[in-house]
């Protein structure tokens, strides 16, 4: 019986001192910081659903957090993890965005679920209820298209005032420029073409990139890309000919990304910006818009890609690059 005492005690020891440490670790946990809902998402009951299974407990003030998770040191992850997510989409503050931020960032959590980014892994594990179907992906994508066929004009022209009353354009130029200060150039057109894609809402993308970010893409080296590098991805509706040929058809947005390291520290070294539109109205109201939504989603990309969603190919001829052009 001594024998098996004495080979007990250090492991009781042991257990002690551990138990000792997790409970002094408690003295320096914070609960997390909680916040009204001022207001709410509208949507079907069935989205509503999904987002508050698999979404609502990092991005809104409403947590139903496991008692697992209130225990130091799991609490400290948790809670910047979720300071950090309210940042980035609150449901909870849902009025304060746009029609245009509301269908934009919809449009940002489908991309994320179908590629498997959100919910993280490692809230899946510990919270194997939060998983995404592929049935609430579809769910997702039903509702986030039918709020780009169901938005009117009138609601787009109030939008596009809104934002463009708070854009200071240089009287140099008619040429518009983001909050961030990225301003929007024609010239991207005579660019080379680093990749393309296409959505599930029947767009065509295409990328193009300046002559430092072409050179990034030919000797392989965007890991990170090189500053003064620009990489714009205009979007248009896909039009089909009578013969079944694809071409672009109304145009959509041009999404600039200009990178440089110094001015834009707090979004990985890249200037976002978004011109919308016939009248390429920016998207943004203030400078920090970027910081709250953009770099979020191209953060999950970073190793593959140094920030950008599209692979780079190798660069296409000039040909494919007119035939592309054609209306």
């Known amino acids: 019986m001594d024998t098996v005492k004495e080979k007990r005690s250090p492991i009781a020891v042991v257990f002690l001192v551990m138990l000792g440490i997790l ?11 909680g916040k009204p809902v001022t207001g709410k998402i509208e949507a079907p009951r069935e989205v509503i659903s999904i987002l508050e299974n698999s979404c609502f407990n990092c991005h809104s003030n409403q947590q139903n957090l496991s008692w697992y998770d209130k225990i130091a040191p799991v609490s400290w992850t948790v809670n910047k993890d979720i300071k950090r997510a ?46 995404i179907t592929e049935k609430d992906i579809e769910t997702i994508k039903k509702y986030t298209l039918s709020l780009s066929s169901g938005s009117t004009s009138a609601q787009k022209k109030i939008e ?11 009287a140099s130029t008619k040429f518009p420029v983001s909050p961030n ?52 991805k205009s979007v248009w509706k896909q039009q089909e000919l009578p013969d079944g040929e694809i071409r672009p058809g109304k145009f959509i947005n041009a999404q600039f990304m200009v990178k440089d390291s110094r001015q834009y520290k707090d979004t990985e070294g890249w200037g976002f910006a978004k011109f919308s539109g016939d009248d390429l109205h920016p998207t943004g109201k203030t400078a920090s818009f970027a910081k709250e ?16 969603f599209d692979v780079p190919m190798k660069v296409n001829t000039q040909r494919l690059i007119q035939n592309l052009q054609k209306k």
């Open 293 to 308: 939504s953009c770099i979020a989603c191209h953060r999950q990309l970073a190793e593959k890609t140094g920030y950008l």
């Open 86 to 131: 309210r940042e980035v989409l609150n449901f909870s503050e849902w009025e304060k965005y746009s029609p245009a931020d509301h269908q934009g960032k919809m449009y940002a959590i489908l991309n994320m679920m179908q590629s498997g980014k959100m919910p993280l892994h490692e809230y899946t594990l510990l919270h194997p209820s939060a998983k």
């Open 160 to 170: 596009a005032l809104q934002v463009s009353s708070s854009v200071p354009i240089p």
């Open 181 to 232: 200060g990225v301003q929007y150039t024609p010239d991207f057109k005579n660019w080379k073409v680093i990749s393309m894609s296409t959505l599930f809402d029947h767009s065509i993308r295409v990328i193009y990139g300046n002559d430092i970010a072409v050179k990034a893409v030919e000797t392989e080296n965007f890991h990170p890309w090189p500053d003064g590098s620009i990489v714009v």
């Open 23 to 33: 409970g002094g670790l408690q003295l320096f946990s914070k609960p997390l910081e």
